[in-house]
């Protein structure tokens, strides 16, 4: 069945950048987006952007412009995120989940990562 | 940016009992681009429910969704024990975005 495996939890302090992966398999790698999306500890979802697979378009919210780069590795199905000048609010679960998208529409998020909990502490 | 509400924050219910979550959007949704989405705690949220109404792949029909426009609405028609967790709704009609959550707790 469809996983997308992503990669173990980090700990970093203020400032520092964080890189997490998510690992596609059981489906054609390049035929699905792929969405990142964050928890708070004991809060709601937030969006972050997404990521075409195929050519590696990526569309970021306005809230991480400047700060978020999203990228792709096709040869090993993998998507990365990767989040600079962290601060203590970007701890969270950090999520990858695939999406459809067609014709300049995209649709909702049929599988999810397991989570990537980064931690930013001094 | 469309700003999601859902209500109530909490929902507390029996087994057995129905249990009706809303979601209400700023501005109107472009064609029904609504879904929810189940989480439990120390889990990735599971989509139930795409398009307003459809239903995704391996859900129970005990889960239904509604609504147009601004307005939404999940129900599960009888509660069962692995349904108490949080519900959001989700607008995917212009950008992404959350809302806030609904939890439903056993009674």
């Known amino acids: 069945q469809v996983q997308l495996v992503q990669s173990g939890a980090e700990v970093k302090k203020p400032g520092a950048s964080v890189k997490v992966s998510c690992k596609a398999s059981q489906y054609t790698f390049t035929t699905y987006y792929v969405h990142w999306v964050r928890q708070a500890p004991g809060q709601g979802l937030e969006w972050m952007g997404i990521i075409n697979p195929s050519v590696g378009s990526t569309t970021y919210a306005l809230k991480f412009q400047g700060r978020v780069t999203m990228t792709r590795d096709t040869s090993t199905s993998t998507v990365y995120m990767e989040l600079s000048s962290l601060r203590s609010e970007d701890t969270a679960v950090y999520y990858c989940?695939?999406?459809?998208?067609?014709?300049?529409?995209?649709?909702?998020?049929?599988?999810w990562g397991q989570g990537t909990l980064v931690t930013v502490s001094s | 940016e469309v700003v999601l509400t859902q209500s109530p924050g909490t929902l507390s219910l029996s087994p057995g009992e129905r249990a009706t979550l809303s979601c209400r959007a700023s501005q109107s949704v472009s064609s029904s681009y609504l879904a929810w989405y189940q989480q439990k705690p120390g889990q990735a949220p599971r989509l139930l429910i795409y398009g307003a109404s459809s239903r995704a792949t391996g859900i129970p029909d005990r889960f239904s969704g509604s609504g147009s426009g601004t307005d939404f609405t999940l129900t599960i028609s009888r509660l069962e024990p692995e349904d108490f967790a949080v519900y959001y709704c989700q607008q995917y009609g212009n950008s992404f975005t959350f809302g806030p959550g609904t939890k439903v707790d056993i009674k």
């Open positions: 989940a695939r999406g459809s998208c067609s014709a300049g529409t995209c649709y909702s998020f049929d599988y």
